[in-house]
């Protein structure tokens, strides 16, 4: 595998785990509000496995735990292998991902080698084309939601929100989807020079408009969380 961005240390990508993060390059969404829209291109300098590995036998004493994300994880084609190794290391391992490669995802939870996951959910499934700019079966991103759902590892399901794009309704019809799971995150959207549809051109919830979400489906599920 190859990687086109690494955050050293994170206190917050792996809940109550000091991890590192890898970033692959490309996607196969194109999300308006993507702060990574760099690595969409899969452009800029290539972090190796061989570079990955000897970071991570560097830092064993100091590091729980290692988060993939992306750009899209399951695209690539030796995910499972470096996945598999980072195992042998000792490492925990967590996986973002947009739930568009159902059967990458049953692999891995059926393999044990992965201890956590975060799926996105972009949208209500019948705005999924608008919100991601692709097209999209609705099917296999529900496929993915029922694997993680009915698995035995720790997992959450995320929605980033901005005005333009969602409203409070929608993200009301996402948690009714969702309802009973272990987590559910919504990420209030944050502008920045990364953002694909550029800086300026989206706005994040309004606090009454995150207080009032809160309200309404906290209750569906074992732990809610506003980012």
Known sequence: MEFKGHVKSSFIDYPHKICTVYFVGGCNFRCP???????????????????????????????????????????????HEFIREVKRMGFLVKLDTNGTNPEVIKELLSSGDIDYIAMDVKAPMDKYNHIAQA??????????????????????????????????DDIVQIAGLLKGSKKYVVQNFRDGSTVLAGKNKLNPFLPEEMQQLRARIENHFDRFEIR
């Open 33 to 79: 509000y993507c702060h990574n829209s760099h690595l969409l291109i899969n452009g800029g300098e290539t972090i190796g496995e061989k570079e990955v590995f000897s970071y991570l036998g560097r830092r064993k004493k100091m590091l729980d735990a290692v988060c993939i994300s992306g750009g899209e994880p399951t695209l690539q084609s030796g995910l």
């Open 135 to 168: 097209r999209v079966n609705p099917c296999r991103i529900e496929e993915s939601l029922s694997l993680i759902r009915n698995s035995e590892i720790d997992y959450e399901f995320r929605t980033t929100v901005c005005r333009e794009l969602l409203g409070v």
